[in-house]
C-alpha cells in the first residue's frame, strides 16, 4: 500500500491510518485484507515510534514550527513493508488514485482533491508523448487525469494539470486500481471518456451535496405577434428546462474522479474515508460519459 506521507501533519497521519484499514484499498482479492492489516500495522508502530523518539505520549512525531510530520524513514517503511506484503515489486510504477490539500493562497482548507496518476510499466509506449512528463525521483514518464472548473464555471476533464502533476503535495497515494497488464488499454478508455464528458461538461460546484439533483423546471415562453412582421401568431410556449441553479446541486473535481472510474467499470478507492473529499461521494453520472454527437466544444486533450 504506497502512501506518500513524507510531509503530512498528525491530524492527516490519523487520517491515513483510517484509510490504511480498509481492505478494498487494494484490488487484488484475497491479498487486499493482508495489505491493509500489515499497512495499518506499520503506519501505526511507525506513527508510535517517532513519539517514543521525542518523549511524546500524547502523539505527534517531531515537531517543526507548529506542524507535526512522519519521518521519510518511517514512511519507507510502511511502502516497503506494504509491498512485500502485497507481492508487488515496484508500486511506484502503476495507475492509482492520488489526493492533495486544496489551499486557497497560503491558507489550507482542509478539503482535498483526487486524481488519478498513471506511471505505466511499458514507459517506452509513450516516450515523445507531450502529455507525460519525467518523475525527477525516478526518470520514470507519468501524467495525471483530473478536472477542475473552466470556461463559463464548467467542470473540465484535463490531462496534466498543475496541481494534480505537482508530487511533493500529494498525502496519500492508493494502490494500483487496475492490473499492470491492463493499464494501457484502460488509459486509452479513460481518455476517451474524458472527451466525450468535456463534449457536455457540468456545472462546476466546488461542495457537492449528495442530496441535492438539478430538477427539471417547467419554462413558459411568449413568442410572436400581431404586427405585420411576425412571422408567427401570438403562441406560448411551455417546456421542461433545468433548475435554477442551488448550491451543492452539481459536480466537483472529485465527483469528476469518482464518476469516471465508475463508467470504466472501475472500483473506486474509498480515499474518503479518511480525507475529507467533497464530491467524492457524488460521482458524475455515467451517461454523462457516453459518447454524444454536439456542437458544444471540447477541449482538445492536455489543454
Do not use: C
Not at 41 to 59: H, I, K, L, M, V
Not at 143 to 161: C, E, M, Q
Not at 169 to 185: A, C, F, G, M, R
Amino acid at each position: 500500500m504506497y502512501v506518500n506521507i513524507g510531509k503530512t501533519d498528525m491530524s492527516n497521519t490519523e487520517q491515513v491510518i483510517k484509510v490504511l484499514g480498509h481492505e478494498n484499498m487494494h484490488a487484488t482479492g484475497e491479498r487486499s485484507e493482508v495489505v491493509a492489516e500489515r499497512a495499518e500495522d506499520q503506519a501505526t508502530n511507525a506513527w508510535e515510534r517517532e513519539n517514543a523518539y521525542n518523549g511524546n505520549t500524547t502523539g505527534g512525531g517531531y515537531e517543526n514550527g507548529t506542524d507535526f510530520y512522519v519521518s521519510q524513514a518511517d514512511t519507507s517503511t510502511v511502502r516497503m513493508g506494504s509491498e512485500q506484503a502485497a507481492g508487488v515489486d515496484d508500486v511506484a510504477a502503476r495507475m492509482t488514485v492520488q489526493a492533495h490539500e486544496v489551499e486557497v493562497g497560503p491558507m489550507k482548507t482542509g478539503k482535498f482533491h483526487a486524481s488519478i496518476k498513471f506511471k505505466p510499466e511499458n514507459q517506452e509506449l509513450y516516450e515523445g508523448d507531450d502529455d507525460f512528463m519525467v518523475d525527477s525521483s525516478d526518470g520514470k514518464l507519468y501524467t495525471t487525469l483530473g478536472a477542475g472548473p473552466g470556461v463559463w464555471n464548467r467542470l473540465t476533464g484535463k490531462l496534466r494539470r498543475d496541481t494534480d502533476m505537482e508530487n511533493s503535495t500529494k498525502v496519500l497515494e492508493s494502490l494500483p486500481i487496475v492490473p499492470v497488464e491492463q493499464e494501457d488499454q484502460v488509459f486509452q478508455q479513460l481518455i476517451e471518456l474524458n472527451k466525450n464528458y468535456n463534449q457536455q461538461r457540468l456545472e462546476y460546484d466546488a461542495i457537492p451535496d449528495p442530496n441535492k439533483v438539478k430538477t427539471p423546471r417547467k419554462v413558459t415562453v411568449e413568442i410572436g405577434g400581431t404586427e405585420p412582421d411576425d412571422v408567427f401568431p401570438p403562441t406560448t410556449i411551455t417546456y421542461m428546462g433545468e433548475s435554477h441553479n442551488q448550491f451543492g446541486d452539481s459536480y466537483n473535481s472529485n465527483s469528476y474522479v469518482s464518476g469516471i472510474l465508475g463508467a470504466a467499470d472501475i472500483a473506486v478507492p474509498p480515499l474518503d474515508k479518511g480525507l475529507d473529499l467533497p464530491g467524492y461521494n457524488k460521482p458524475v453520472p455515467e451517461k454523462y460519459f457516453n459518447d454524444v454527437s454536439t456542437k458544444r466544444g471540447s477541449l482538445p486533450r492536455g489543454n
